[in-house]
């Protein structure tokens, strides 16, 4: 992995923490400035620059209006021909359409896909259909870990007993 140059859209929790551990690993980071940007922020690179430069590209952002359909065949057809895809993100980010195109075609080197635009998968599902060893599905529960489970069992348990004991904590607020 060292020297491999590795893309990520979304620099939240998730994408902070994924450049850390890929730099530990010898690898260049690239943060992607958000599509359309008319000006980088200090540390990110032009969009289509992490797209065309990426020998991996991680999406780690959320799904919303200007992030649907975000990677589509354009999109796809910017990056380099060996370029791993890997969606950890949210479904409805990467059209599936384009993704299972561009990998049919040769025309990227593979992806691993943890979401899907409808979950549970619905029959139809462009990428459920293919047989493809460059391609790797797993199910959206990344957070299903022994582990996980315990640590959010923990943490409910204690914003109960704090809510209880007058000492609310959490909470979120609508503007």
């Known amino acids: 992995m060292a020297g491999t140059t590795l893309g990520i859209i979304g620099h939240g929790t998730l994408g902070k923490q994924v450049a850390?551990?890929?730099?530990?690993?010898?690898?260049?980071?690239?943060?992607?400035?958000?599509?359309?940007?008319?000006?980088?922020?200090a540390g990110r690179t032009a969009f289509e620059e992490v797209l065309a430069r990426s020998q991996v590209l991680v999406i780690l952002c959320p799904l919303n209006p200007s992030t649907r359909n975000l990677i589509g065949a354009a999109e796809l057809a910017r990056m380099r021909p060996d370029a791993l895809l890997i969606n950890c993100a949210r479904g409805g980010i990467v059209d599936e359409a384009a993704l299972a195109g561009a990998l049919l075609r040769g025309e990227l080197g593979g992806a691993g896909v943890d979401v899907l635009s409808q979950e549970p998968p619905t029959q139809g599902n462009p990428l459920l259909d293919l047989a493809l060893p460059n391609l790797i599905l797993t199910p959206h529960m990344a957070f299903a870990s022994v582990q996980s489970i315990e640590t959010l069992a923990e943490r409910l348990i204690g914003n109960l007993e704090a809510f209880v004991a007058g000492q609310p904590r959490h909470l979120v607020t609508v503007a």
């Open 20 to 41: 850390t551990l890929a730099r530990a690993f010898g690898m260049q980071t690239l943060i992607a400035e958000h599509s359309g940007a008319r000006s980088l922020r």
